[in-house]
């Protein structure tokens, strides 16, 4: 083996301080996240530790240093003439406002499961054998629904659907939608509420998932609109949709063909398969970058070991691109594939016979 460059050594090193200080802090997020801590610095203005607490009830030795740490990471504003902290109208946006588009505490509590489920992935590869959605800790079901919701609430009504073909106006009229893999139901919630005249059904195989979604519903005043039940991919209920979705869950599959297959067999004439996931080029090389680094992660971590428990096993991967996510449906006997519209985190596909 060569020698190490002592220069590159060095930069490796300042990555790794950095890596670990990230490490550090999504800890604090999430328990800065937990205790409403953002939320209690929410409106902007400047506090000392002992207000803070005052206003949280915690005691202020602990305030402080979460405090402090959070300067250091540069996600609460520190003034030393005053000795007091405060939240910029940005950082509010990413911690404490849950339906801010720019949210990102959620994510946190996604990056926690992995943290917490790490032996049962290890033991995952050395078995070979999978890890099931439902085998994880129940903080990446809560965090998953947070992180995914303020995407959902800019993007998907406002240019996902306008972006499909006729499915818009089909909505405004009354159609028959079934939302598949739906989590907590944040995706299809916010479709009924969007769409009063149309009927929605949301299907997960995660029970626990799917009680969340019928109290969610309930909260949100759509529960009259919206049937949650528990079923997997392959054997909800065929009504001939006029829409079936699938948000960031198609690659979680194991047999992402035999899905589509159901789905071609559960549309209307006309009806369209929407599938959103993870934005990915199809080359390896070209995902080599921030966001790629963070959507391998959760398919180490996740996504490839819940594909690898089930039947088939295909393990796409949160990775997989346009090219293997067109073959899926190709395989699944659509002949219609396109992309319909992208964000930097998302790429949507209308699907249809």
């Not at 009504?157 to 028959?176: F, M, N």
Request: overall charge negative.
């Amino acid at each position: 083996m060569r020698a190490a460059d002592p220069q590159k050594l060095d930069a490796l090193v300042g990555r790794l301080v950095g890596d670990v200080g990230a490490s550090v802090t999504g800890a604090l997020i999430v328990l800065g996240d937990q205790l409403g801590l953002y939320k209690a610095m929410g409106d902007g203005e400047p506090v000392t530790a002992a207000e803070l607490a005052a206003r949280t009830g915690f005691k202020e030795r602990y305030v402080r240093e979460w405090l402090s740490a959070q300067a250091a990471a540069g996600y609460v504003d520190y003034d030393e003439g005053s000795d007091r902290f405060s939240l910029s109208p940005e950082q509010v946006m990413t911690f404490a406002e849950d339906d801010s588009p720019a949210f990102f505490a959620g994510a946190f509590e996604v990056v926690q499961s992995m943290w917490v489920d790490e032996p049962k992935v290890e033991e995952a590869f050395r078995s070979g054998k999978g890890l099931g959605w439902h085998e994880h800790s129940k903080c990446l079901f809560r965090g998953t629904e947070r992180f995914f919701r303020p995407g959902y609430n800019a993007h998907l009504t406002a240019e996902w659907i306008p972006a499909l073909d006729g499915v818009q106006t089909k909505l405004e009229r009354g159609a028959t939608v079934a939302d598949v893999g739906c989590g907590h139901g944040a995706s299809t919630i916010l479709m009924a509420k969007a769409y009063p005249q149309s009927r929605f059904y949301g299907f997960d195989y995660h029970g626990p998932s799917i009680e969340r979604a019928r109290e969610e519903a309930q909260k949100a005043g759509v529960g009259d609109r919206i049937v949650f039940e528990q079923a997997s991919a392959k054997d909800f209920p065929e009504q001939k949709y006029d829409l079936v979705t699938m948000f960031d869950c198609l690659h979680d599959m194991g047999d992402p063909v035999g899905a589509g297959k159901h789905v071609r067999d559960s549309l209307a004439r006309d009806g369209s398969w929407m599938i959103v996931e993870p934005f990915a080029h199809d080359r390896l090389q070209d995902n080599l970058n921030p966001v790629g680094r963070i959507y391998y992660g959760a398919s180490t971590m996740i996504c490839t070991p819940a594909s690898l428990s089930q039947e088939v096993g295909l393990g796409l991967g949160a990775q997989a691109g346009e090219m293997r996510l067109r073959k899926v449906a190709l395989d699944a006997g659509f002949s219609r594939f396109r992309r319909a519209t992208e964000t930097p985190f998302n790429m949507v596909f209308e699907v249809r016979a």
